[in-house]
């Protein structure tokens, strides 16, 4: 392990072992002032934060791009002072930090026995919205993981997730889709963090006017498996309650390939997870490339060079 990744695993470890510590007042203060501090640095991520807030606000202007970074940096410090914390959160907080619109999608598709495929993007906290589930519903479910260096720093996050009731799969090595299938055969939920392809063999969609990349997988196993396929959008507003939003289900086509029927139904998670961004764009937490312009040069000889390490932890 190299002594960067040695750092970051201590980071990571000091965030959890003390910011749960912390009154929730003092921890909101932190998180704050941390993202406003970054915020002011103007590196990698807020950069490229910014760069992609363009894409979805068009229209905005140099400050107005600023005044969103800001608070997109805001709200992903949010995210994480919640995460350091929600292991020391109690149940009852857990199951009052969530108020979510058309939930009947979801317990609807569970009660009809067939499984159902919870798609969302890197808005607000997808890891809150899964305790909820598993504490306010009951609902236990499984998800996928990105492996990170160092691998401690894996560990963690996995003993993280399945701390708060979650079954944790790696996203590589092969037998997580099959394992995901079986448990939608047998009825059960699934959770996918979707916005963003991380094998580059994902589908093409168009997002914001542009051409962006995002995982088959929720779409492949709604076909395999007769399962319900249901986009989720998340947002904080000024409570300490997030909101979310269940959508209708992605119905999977009457005719075509399976690769036809995949892309349209990719398209139509990718359009309902524009919807709820655009109408909270600072709640997205992407500070990676995510469009293929800026992933391949060759798409756009204009657009900066090859894809970097900026980014988060899924």
């Not at 998180?31 to 002011?40: H, L, P, S, Y």
């Not at 400050?63 to 914390?85: D, I, K, P, Q, V």
Request: hydrophobic share 40%; aromatic share 8%; net charge neutral.
């Amino acid at each position: 392990m190299s002594a960067q990744e040695r750092l970051t695993d201590a980071l990571y470890g000091a965030g959890w072992g003390t910011v749960k510590k912390l009154p929730e007042p003092v921890a909101v203060r932190l998180g704050r002032t941390i993202a406003d501090v970054a915020w002011k640095q103007r590196g990698k991520g807020v950069l490229r934060l910014e760069s992609n807030y363009a894409r979805v606000v068009p229209d905005a202007g140099p400050e107005r791009l600023a005044e969103l970074s800001r608070a997109g940096m805001r709200s992903y410090l949010r995210y994480w002072m919640e995460s350091f914390r929600l292991p020391a959160w109690s149940a009852e907080r857990i199951a009052s930090g969530l108020d979510v619109k058309d939930l009947h999608h979801l317990t609807d598709g569970m009660a009809a026995g067939k499984g159902v495929v919870l798609a969302l993007p890197h808005l607000a906290n997808w890891d809150l919205a899964g305790a909820w589930v598993t504490t306010k519903l009951g609902i236990p479910f499984t998800t996928v993981a990105e492996r990170l260096k160092p691998e401690t720093l894996y560990d963690r996050f996995v003993a993280y997730r399945e701390g708060l009731g979650m079954e944790v799969l790696p996203h590589t090595g092969g037998t997580a889709f099959g394992t995901l299938a079986r448990r939608l055969r047998d009825g059960g939920l699934v959770c996918l963090v979707a916005d963003r392809d991380l094998s580059s063999s994902g589908v093409e969609v168009g997002f914001f006017g542009e051409t962006a990349r995002m995982p088959a997988g929720p779409a492949l196993l709604a076909q395999q498996t007769g399962a319900r396929l249901l986009p989720v959008t998340l947002w904080y507003d000024d409570s300490p309650v997030m909101r979310g939003r269940v959508h209708p289900p992605v119905e999977v086509p009457a005719s075509g390939t399976r690769a036809e029927k995949t892309s349209v139904m990719t398209q139509a998670l990718a359009d309902a997870f524009a919807t709820g961004i655009a109408d909270h764009p600072e709640d997205w937490h992407m500070l990676q490339r995510l469009w293929l312009k800026d992933l391949d040069p060759a798409r756009d000889p204009a657009t900066s060079p090859a894809p970097d390490q900026e980014g988060t932890t899924s």
